[in-house]
């Protein structure tokens, strides 16, 4: 099965400016405005802090836009239920064996183990991000590359 497309952003492949360019545009252009990432009214105080945690560490990145506010929906709502199961298992171990619990907990793993492969949470996804920046922030420093692309010192 093919793995899914990664935001140039997010990509270790060599691409050629041009075509970062190119596809940098396209995600922006693609991305949308990122001025409306809110919780849904219909979300409690808790629910609504989840949500507004993941935004808050997910904006200096730059790869969230408006119609993110769905992934995150799930995401925080995928968190919130977990904590609840774990406090009932926490004051009821026994629960830990209950088929139900059990399948609701898997249910909610699942959704957001997604969620964190689309928004790129893992910690895997954020190490090759902070390498990718590295990476670039180096090519733009070096004196040698900057000669040979046709730059100045």
Not at 25 to 46: I, V
Not at 78 to 91: F, S, T
Not at 97 to 106: L, N, P, S, V
Request: with cysteine; proline share 4%.
């Amino acid at each position: 099965m093919a793995r899914p497309t990664k935001s140039v952003k997010t990509m270790s492949k060599n691409l050629t400016k041009e075509e970062i360019n190119a596809r940098t545009k396209l995600e922006d252009k693609l991305k949308g405005a990122a001025d409306d990432l809110s919780p849904p009214n219909y979300f409690n105080a808790t629910q609504k802090s989840i949500f507004n945690s993941i935004v808050s560490e997910l904006q200096t990145s730059g790869i969230l836009g408006n119609a993110d506010v769905y992934v995150l929906e799930t995401c925080s709502f995928a968190i919130y239920e977990l904590q609840i199961i774990r406090k009932a298992i926490n004051k009821k171990p026994g629960l830990r064996y209950d088929k139900d619990i059990i399948k609701a907990r898997e249910s909610y793993t699942k959704d957001f183990f997604r969620c964190c492969n689309e928004l790129s949470l893992s910690p895997q996804s954020r190490a090759k991000i902070g390498n990718i920046n590295i990476q670039a922030q180096i090519k733009e420093d070096d004196p040698l590359l900057k000669v040979l692309s046709g730059g100045k010192k």
